[in-house]
């Protein structure tokens, strides 16, 4: 049963790190255009703003992935006081590919996410390319 339930764990931690790569933040991309590239880092249990550079971050992936994860927890029946740890680092770059900044972005995103849960650590990992189309100002 143990071993069913890390099984589950690992699948949640693959499930997020691909949430964190797709469409799914394409709303937060406009925060990260103001942003030198880096790595963002988001604690999935207090449900803490994202990080980046050391200082708190408004984006919408942070607040959305945090639910899911509960949601998901949940209905895995998997106690949220069995989570000893859980982080999504999302690193962003946008120097592969030359744009005119203040028009377009092409974000390459590597997401890694840890879920730490009976002294096992479990690792999620997903890469992916995203373009955002900034509004005209």
Same mark, same amino acid.
């Given at each position: ?15 997020m790190a691909r949430m964190a ?21 988001? &604690? ?8 980046? +550079? ?7 992936? =942070?607040? $959305? /992935? ?13 106690p949220p006081a069995s989570i ?15 744009? &005119?900044?203040?028009?377009i972005v092409a974000f390459d995103? +590597? ?7 009976? =002294?096992? $650590? /479990? ?15």
């Amino acid at each position: 049963m143990i071993e069913v339930k890390a099984k589950a764990i690992r699948d949640l931690a693959s499930s997020m790190a691909r949430m964190a790569v797709s469409g799914r933040i394409a709303d937060s991309l406009e925060a990260l255009c103001s942003l030198s590239d880096g790595t963002l880092n988001i &604690d999935l249990v207090a449900g803490s703003s994202p990080l980046i +550079e050391g200082r708190e971050v408004e984006m919408p992936i =942070g607040p $959305r /992935l945090t639910h899911w994860f509960g949601e998901r927890l949940a209905a895995l029946e998997i106690p949220p006081a069995s989570i000893e740890a859980a982080t999504l680092e999302l690193s962003h770059s946008t120097q592969r590919i030359p744009t &005119d900044r203040s028009k377009i972005v092409a974000f390459d995103l +590597e997401a890694v996410v840890c879920i730490a849960s009976g =002294g096992r $650590r /479990l690792v999620g990992e997903a890469r992916g390319m995203q373009w955002h189309k900034r509004d005209a100002a």
